[in-house]
């Protein structure tokens, strides 16, 4: 149905008429409250939503998109690159790890001469060198990611789709644990208990003087951090992001890790991704940094991001390389968005018919609940000022 009363909506909720129509009056809906009056599906959904339900309807109002269902055997699937983030207390030299870490590589394996500083790439990295095995080190990709986009972050853990695999803690050993610090271990012990996710410590900046490795080691532990030296099982490795010094060890630490964890993601699904960044770039018009979780991103496929669309006209690797497809696990930038996406938005991959049905709904269902939420503040301010 396209339509339904007030009275029959109480019914399908199970509600007594009274009850939904408190619900109406306190969203300001006083004129629509009769019990024969007869709603849109937009008021009838978001209605049921404040009842907790979340209604199915079988109408253009209420098409969108969603990502595809997990795929019935996902130890079949192909491995991806883990998922690095880097998190830490400000200055504590995330940034120059991570700045130091892909100029190494990159001039490792590629022509470099990039210094501008990237927040997602996905790098190459030899592993396995110097171990007791007989195979020589093989190449295998990690991502990292830097978090300054806090934005991104704290929106998909909002919507439980945080993207990381493994956290890597910054700690700079001339500062020690700091408020920031303890943010991210309650972060890492919330998102753990939803399901996998790896930590490791990286006691940063050991290069200088003043720097306390063991007292540092020792706040970690009073912080409820069970580092394996004391027991526990969270790798530390003490590095140093200005000279190098241990990012040997830990990126060797974070391909045994993801080893362990064994990743793998759908490849030939419709692309599922999140936008990590995005900007008004000169020459480029509106671009984001989209991180791919899965299926396979190409030139010329219609995406929609909250309620951005865009016909992906190039794909941009972290060196600006173009690209002419983009894996899972793997972050790309992403030119040829109609407006500007927010950070956190989830990327689905549709028709351009469907991407703009789906569009407009989101349109029009955030315009709804800015005015029902605006009517809500008037009489919230109503009821102060009776007060
Ligand atoms: P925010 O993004 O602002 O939170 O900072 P950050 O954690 O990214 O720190 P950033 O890499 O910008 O480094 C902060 C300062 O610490 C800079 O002046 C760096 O040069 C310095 N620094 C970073 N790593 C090291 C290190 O290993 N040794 C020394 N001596 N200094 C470092
Ligand atoms: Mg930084």
Redesign the pocket.
């Known amino acids: 149905p396209t339509t339904v009363s007030v009275g029959q909506l109480a019914k399908l909720l199970n509600v007594r008429l009274r009850t939904l129509q408190r619900k109406m009056e306190e969203a300001g809906m006083q004129a629509e409250m009769s019990y024969d009056y007869v709603l849109t599906s937009d008021y009838a959904a978001l209605l049921a939503e404040e009842f907790g339900r979340h209604p199915i309807i079988n109408d253009e109002a209420a098409f969108d998109l969603y990502p595809p269902s997990p795929h019935p055997n996902p130890q079949t699937l192909p491995s991806r690159p883990p998922i690095v983030t ?1 998190m ?13 870490l892909r100029s190494s590589t990159v001039a490792a394996s590629e022509a470099g001469g990039i210094t501008q500083h990237i927040g997602a790439f996905c790098v190459p990295v030899k592993t396995g060198s110097d171990s007791e095995s007989t195979i020589e080190g093989h190449e295998r990709l990690i991502t990292f990611l ?3 986009g806090h934005a991104a972050f704290s929106a998909m853990r909002a919507r439980g789709t945080s993207v990381t695999d493994i956290v890597v803690l ?1 700690v ?1 050993a ?1 500062d020690g644990v700091m408020p ?1 610090t303890l943010e991210v271990v309650e972060l890492v012990r919330r998102e753990k208990e939803r399901g996998k996710i790896g930590m490791v410590v990286a006691i ?5 003087p003043e ?1 306390d490795a063991e007292k540092t080691k020792l706040a970690l532990l009073a912080a409820g951090v069970l580092l394996e030296e004391h027991g526990g099982d969270v790798p530390c490795i003490e ?5 190098g ?1 241990g990012l040997a060890d830990l990126v060797e630490t974070l391909a045994v890790m993801a080893d362990v964890m064994d990743l793998r993601a759908e490849q030939d699904c419709p692309t599922v991704g999140c936008v990590l960044e995005s900007r008004i770039h000169k020459g480029l018009g509106p671009v984001a940094t989209v991180l791919v979780t899965r299926g396979t991103l190409t030139p010329g496929t219609p995406l929609l991001a909250g309620t951005s669309s865009c016909s992906t006209r190039r794909l941009l690797s972290s060196s600006a390389h173009p690209l002419n497809s983009v894996g899972p696990g793997t972050p790309v930038l992403v030119t040829g968005w109609k407006s500007l996406p927010s950070a956190g938005d989830e990327v689905l991959a549709s028709s351009e018919a469907d991407i703009k049905r789906a569009r407009a709904n989101r349109q029009r269902k955030r315009e709804l609940e800015s005015v029902i939420g605006g009517v809500e503040a008037i009489n919230a301010a109503r009821k102060a000022d009776k007060e």
């Open positions: 880097i830490g207390h400000v200055d504590h030299g995330k940034t120059t790890l991570l700045d130091t830097d978090t300054p910054v700079a001339d920031q940063n900046k050991v290069d200088k720097a590095v140093s992001g200005l000279t010094k």
